[in-house]
């Protein structure tokens, strides 16, 4: 079966056509959950303490793979196994002597033919795969070697996309998901909603949470969001830290004006760009430590690999010491913030010349 959108597969589920093979991917990551979700409880049902293995792709093991997939079902008509973050570029944390193509080889060897009665789903959600849109089809081609078991996937079950939405699908579900918690908001602010968290799933599914729990059955409007949620410009903050790590002055203070254009949530900038000089100062530790980038993803919970690529290139120019400065620096700030009525550009433009004074 060639390459669906989830629409189609929750139609598929919902009238219960159930493939043995699944890889779900894309952007939207908890779109990818939520269907890796239903097509576990069309598999099993509320029987997955008996007939459901959860494998960590990072330590796959092949041969147990092989027995998981020939056992028989327990109290349920499948036997479902879930296979998260299996990485054909790296299929291992340590590759010192071995191969990708030739663990990619055993993989698909491995689930070749699937019996009937199991149900195999590859999910990703802890690293990004690259792709480029098809202009004929427009659809996504997967650039790296993730491709090979994803065109397997569509060849012999099931492959899935999950792209971010468009602003007014967005709108919808935000529209949905707080009528669901018993607050209102209209569909423009919805969609306002979402283009101040850049159309990121995973910001906007925490800022409802905040809302609702301000707004209670009220309704949210506009001006709550303006006073309640700060606009992500990750962009920017990047640009600030990269600024600072090079004692560049002029770009550091372009980059910080950018950032208060906007005027109702000075405090939250402070915020990002303490995360920004925090992300930079786990990366300078892990370095030192011997550690990589995704020791440092899977250890704090990172959804983008590219926020700790960006964290381990802007640390590697400045001493841990330094960072450590730059963070107490932060945190005397928000104090300061936080203790009264205070110009908070000026207090943040200090804060910025503090941390371009301080010394390697």
Partial sequence: MPQIDPKTLKAQLSKGELSNLYYIFGCNIPEVEKLTKQIIRAAVGDNEDFALNKINGKNLDFSELYDMIQMMPMMSEYNCILIN???????????????????????????KELPSQTVVIFNVTGFEIPVRSDYKTGRSIIKDKNKKLADYAAKAGILVECPVKSGNELAKDIASGVSARGSLISLDTAHKLADMCQYDALTIRNEIDKLCAYSGNKEITADVLDNLVHRQSDATFFKLADAVAAFNKSSAFEALDEMMQDKDNRGAVLANITASFTDMYRAACARKSGKQ???????FGYVWEFKVKNAFRDSSRMSIKRLRECIKILRDTNIILNSGVVDEKVILEQAITKILMTKN
């Fill in 85 to 111: 973050d299996y990485n054909c570029e790296k299929p291992r944390e340590v590759m010192v002597g071995l191969k990708a193509e030739d663990l990619n080889k055993k993989l698909l060897d491995t689930i």
């Fill in 293 to 299: 980038v995704n020791d440092v993803r899977e250890d």
